[in-house]
T-cell receptor, first 114, second 114 residues
């Protein structure tokens, strides 16, 4: 079956521009996670969705970062006024539920801010 | 603060050598434990997981891990590695309550020489 997909696969943007990253989870998965992976770093948790609500936004690094999920399916991560330190691979994962279910990861979006 | 430490950042082994990758976590409560693997050009995928019961868990491709609660460790082992095990390995913990976060280590890059 179809896995988690993310678009775009690569995004190059100028400092100060806004970007929107998209995640299509596996159909029926209620839980959705966003992570950021910077060079040489592990996966940094950003936000968790259960259905359309986000009970845990604790990982969002600043108010420039926001995310939403609609219809219990597609999610978008928006970064406003991008900075060079935002350059990273942004990974999305979905699972059948929280706290212990296997997460299925997408291929990621490589964001480069110039 | 919650954290996961993977002490080996790069490991190089010859085929048939034994493997042990260290993982220690810092968290005061009960956790679920995971090892994920990312093969070159592929998505992150689950290798094995521990929730409760027998602290020695077996995963795919001959991997196993042992949870030692007193040491807050969850080391990954394989008796005899193959060239196809070349990948990056990530340890992760998921607290069973209080947060929906998954906390990942920084990863260990394993290269197996044929």
């Amino acid at each position: 079956g179809a896995g988690v997909s993310q678009s775009p696969s690569n995004k190059v943007t100028e400092k100060g521009k806004d970007v929107e990253l998209r995640c299509d989870p596996i159909s029926g998965h209620t839980a959705l996670y966003w992570y950021r992976q910077s060079l040489g770093q592990g996966l940094e948790f950003l936000i968790y969705f259960q259905g359309n609500s986000a009970p845990d936004k604790s990982g969002l690094p600043s108010d420039r970062f926001s995310a939403e999920r609609t219809g219990g399916s597609v999610s978008t991560l928006t970064i406003q006024r991008t900075q060079q330190e935002d350059s990273a691979v942004y990974l999305c994962a979905s699972s059948e539920g929280p706290q212990g279910y296997e997460q299925y990861f997408g291929p990621g979006t490589r964001l480069t801010v110039t | 603060a919650q954290s996961v430490s993977q002490h080996n950042h790069h490991v190089i082994l010859s085929e048939a050598a034994s493997l042990e990758l260290g993982c220690n976590y810092s968290y005061g409560g009960t956790v679920n434990l995971f090892w994920y693997v990312q093969y070159p050009g592929q998505h992150l995928q689950l290798l094995l997981k521990y929730f409760s019961g027998d602290p020695l868990v077996k995963g795919i491709k001959g991997f196993e891990a042992e949870f030692i609660k007193s040491k807050f460790s969850f080391n990954l082992r394989k008796p005899s590695v193959q060239w196809s095990d070349t990948a990056e390995y990530f340890c992760a913990v998921s607290p069973t309550s209080g947060t929906y976060k998954y906390i990942f280590g920084t990863g260990t890059r394993l290269k197996v020489l044929a």
